[in-house]
C-alpha cells in the first residue's frame, strides 16, 4: 500500500502542485478558518455571555465541549463515509451553510437551553468540514507535499481563533455579543455558496502510487477495522485527544482567564490575545508543516518525534502562562504555548493520510477526529470547567487557576504516547529495510 513506504518516490516530492491546487487550498483555508471562528466564538465571548445569561463555568464548559463534541464527532463518521461515495465538495459545502445558519442562531439564543440547541446544531454542520477537507486537499498535492499543504490548510484554527478575537470581541465592544454570532455565520453562509462553485472535486488516489484498480468504495466496516488494528493510527488519535485535552480545555476559558483573573478588558483581548493567537499559533502550524515534510523523507519516527519534542518545551511555558501575576506576562508565555502546543495536528493528520488508501481517506480522518475532538474537545473544556465550579467555593479569585493547573499531567500522557508512536514507526520502517512485514 502506498501509506506503508518509507520513504516517498522523488518524482511525487518534486512534483510541484498547479495553480488549481492552490486556488483549492485556498479557499478550503477560509472555511477552515470561518469553521474555528463560528466554533471559539463561544469562549471569546465568554464573559459577556456568561453576563447576560447568568451561566456558570460548567455550564459554559458543557456547551463548548461535551454537547457540541456529542454531535460533531459522531456525525462525523456518517458524514466521513457519505463523502467517501460520493462529490466531497458538495458535502463541505451543505456542511458549512448549516453550521454558519447554526452560528447566527447562536446570537438570537435568549435562554441556556436555546444557545445549547444553536451549539450542538453547529457542531452537527461542523462534522461535515474537516475530513472531507483533508482529502481533498490529499488528492490535489502529491506526498511530498502534503505535509505542507496541510500545514497551510491547518492555519485555519489560528487565523480563525484571532479572527474570532478581533472581530468578534470589537464587534461585541460595539454592538453587543449577539451581533457577532449573526453577523459572522452569515460570512459564513455566503461563503457555503462560493465553495461549490470555485473548488472542483479532484479525482481520488490521481496523485498516489497506486493502479486505478485499487481504487475502490471501502465499506464502513472494513475502514473501521482498519483503522483500529493499525497501531500508529491509534497512537496518533490518542497522543492528539490528550493534546487537545491541553488546546481545547486552556482554550475555551482563555479569554474569561484573561479577563476575570488577569484584569484585561474585552477592548485588550481583541488586540493583544488576537496577536498572540495570530503569531503564536499560525507560526507553529507554518513550521510544524515544513519540519515535517523535511524529516518523514528521511524517517517516518518525525511523525510522533516532533509533537514528543513541541510539548516537552511547552509544558514549562504553559505553567507561566497559568502562574503569570498579571496579564502582560501571561501573555508571553502563553505566546510560545500558542507557538508549540499545535505541532501534533499537521503530525497526525499528514500521517493518517498517508498510511490510508483514497478512498478511506475521509473516512479515516473523521476516524481521527472522533478520537481526539471527543475527549480533547468534548471532555477538556468539560473538566476545567466542572474543576473551575468545584474550586469556587474555597478559592472564588483563582478558581480558574486551580483548574487550569490541573491540565499539566495532560502533557506528560501526550508526550508518553507521541514517543511510543516515533518507537512504533521506527520498528515498522526497519522492518520494510529488512524486507518484512509491517503490522
Known amino acids: 500500500m502506498h501509506g506503508n513506504e518509507s520513504?516517498?518516490?522523488?518524482?511525487?516530492?518534486?512534483?510541484?502542485?498547479?495553480?488549481?491546487?492552490?486556488?483549492?487550498?485556498?479557499?478550503?483555508?477560509?472555511?477552515?478558518?470561518?469553521?474555528?471562528?463560528?466554533?471559539?466564538?463561544?469562549?471569546?465571548?465568554?464573559?459577556?455571555?456568561?453576563?447576560?445569561?447568568?451561566?456558570?463555568?460548567?455550564q459554559l464548559g458543557l456547551i463548548g465541549g461535551l454537547y457540541f463534541a456529542l454531535f460533531y464527532t459522531f456525525i462525523s463518521i456518517p458524514i466521513g463515509w457519505l463523502a467517501d461515495k460520493t462529490n466531497r465538495v458538495r458535502v463541505l459545502s451543505l456542511a458549512c451553510a448549516v453550521w454558519s445558519a447554526a452560528t447566527m442562531a447562536?446570537?438570537?439564543?435568549?435562554?441556556?437551553?436555546?444557545l445549547a440547541i444553536a451549539r450542538m446544531t453547529t457542531g452537527f454542520g461542523e462534522a461535515g468540514g474537516v475530513p472531507p477537507s483533508y482529502a481533498i486537499?490529499?488528492?490535489?498535492?502529491?506526498?511530498?507535499?502534503?505535509?505542507?499543504?496541510?500545514?497551510?490548510?491547518?492555519?485555519?484554527?489560528?487565523?480563525?481563533?484571532?479572527?474570532?478575537?478581533?472581530?468578534?470581541?470589537?464587534?461585541?465592544?460595539?454592538?453587543?455579543?449577539?451581533?457577532?454570532?449573526?453577523?459572522?455565520?452569515?460570512?459564513?453562509?455566503l461563503t457555503a455558496g462560493v465553495l461549490s462553485l470555485a473548488v472542483r472535486e479532484p479525482r481520488k488516489g490521481g496523485l498516489d502510487?497506486?493502479?486505478?484498480?485499487?481504487?475502490?468504495?471501502?465499506?464502513f466496516i472494513e475502514t473501521l477495522k482498519m483503522f483500529v488494528s493499525h497501531p500508529a493510527l491509534m497512537l496518533a488519535a490518542f497522543g492528539s485527544a490528550a493534546t487537545q485535552m491541553i488546546t481545547y480545555g486552556m482554550g475555551n476559558f482563555t479569554t474569561l482567564f484573561l479577563m476575570r483573573e488577569k484584569g484585561m478588558t474585552?477592548?485588550?483581548?481583541?488586540?493583544?490575545?488576537?496577536?498572540?493567537?495570530?503569531?503564536?499559533?499560525?507560526?507553529?502550524?507554518?513550521?510544524?508543516?515544513?519540519?515535517?515534510?523535511?524529516?518523514?523523507?528521511r524517517?517516518?519516527?518525525?511523525?510522533?518525534?516532533?509533537?514528543?519534542?513541541?510539548?516537552?518545551?511547552?509544558?514549562?511555558?504553559?505553567?507561566?502562562?497559568?502562574?503569570?501575576?498579571?496579564?502582560?506576562?501571561?501573555?508571553?508565555?502563553?505566546?510560545?504555548?500558542?507557538?508549540?502546543?499545535?505541532?501534533?495536528?499537521?503530525?497526525?493528520?499528514?500521517?493518517?493520510?498517508q498510511e490510508v488508501r483514497p478512498d478511506q481517506r475521509v473516512m479515516s480522518g473523521a476516524l481521527l477526529l472522533l478520537v481526539m475532538?471527543?475527549?480533547g474537545l468534548g471532555l477538556?473544556?468539560?473538566?476545567?470547567?466542572?474543576?473551575?465550579?468545584?474550586?469556587?467555593?474555597?478559592?472564588p479569585m483563582h478558581s480558574l487557576q486551580t483548574a487550569l493547573y490541573l491540565l499539566i499531567p495532560f502533557y506528560i500522557v501526550a508526550i508518553v504516547l507521541f514517543l511510543f508512536l516515533a518507537r512504533v514507526l521506527r520498528r515498522q520502517d526497519r522492518a520494510i529495510k529488512n524486507g518484512g512485514i509491517m503490522s
Open 7 to 58: 520513504a516517498i518516490p522523488v518524482s511525487q516530492a518534486s512534483t510541484m502542485p498547479g495553480v488549481r491546487a492552490w486556488l483549492a487550498l485556498g479557499v478550503l483555508c477560509f472555511v477552515y478558518v470561518l469553521n474555528f471562528l463560528d466554533r471559539q466564538l463561544l469562549a471569546i465571548l465568554a464573559k459577556p455571555i456568561q453576563d447576560a445569561l447568568d451561566l456558570s463555568d460548567g
Open 106 to 114: 447562536c446570537g438570537l439564543a435568549r435562554t441556556y437551553p436555546e
Open 137 to 189: 486537499i490529499s488528492d490535489y498535492f502529491p506526498p511530498g507535499w502534503r505535509g505542507r499543504a496541510l500545514g497551510i490548510y491547518n492555519l485555519g484554527p489560528p487565523i480563525g481563533a484571532a479572527l474570532g478575537v478581533a472581530f468578534g470581541a470589537s464587534i461585541a465592544v460595539v454592538f453587543g455579543w449577539r451581533y457577532a454570532f449573526i453577523v459572522l455565520g452569515g460570512v459564513g453562509v
Open 209 to 219: 502510487d497506486v493502479c486505478p484498480g485499487d481504487i475502490r468504495p471501502s465499506g
Open 266 to 297: 474585552l477592548d485588550e483581548v481583541a488586540v493583544y490575545y488576537a496577536l498572540v493567537i495570530a503569531i503564536g499559533m499560525g507560526g507553529g502550524m507554518m513550521v510544524s508543516g515544513r519540519m515535517l515534510d523535511h524529516f518523514t523523507r
Open 299 to 353: 524517517s517516518r519516527t518525525a511523525y510522533g518525534l516532533l509533537p514528543a519534542i513541541s510539548l516537552v518545551v511547552a509544558l514549562p511555558l504553559y505553567v507561566g502562562f497559568v502562574w503569570a501575576p498579571g496579564w502582560a506576562l501571561s501573555l508571553w508565555f502563553l505566546l510560545g504555548v500558542a507557538f508549540l502546543n499545535y505541532f501534533y495536528l499537521t503530525a497526525s493528520v499528514t500521517l493518517v493520510q
Open 373 to 375: 475532538n471527543f475527549i
Open 380 to 395: 477538556g473544556p468539560t473538566y476545567v470547567g466542572l474543576l473551575s465550579d468545584y474550586f469556587h467555593a474555597s478559592d
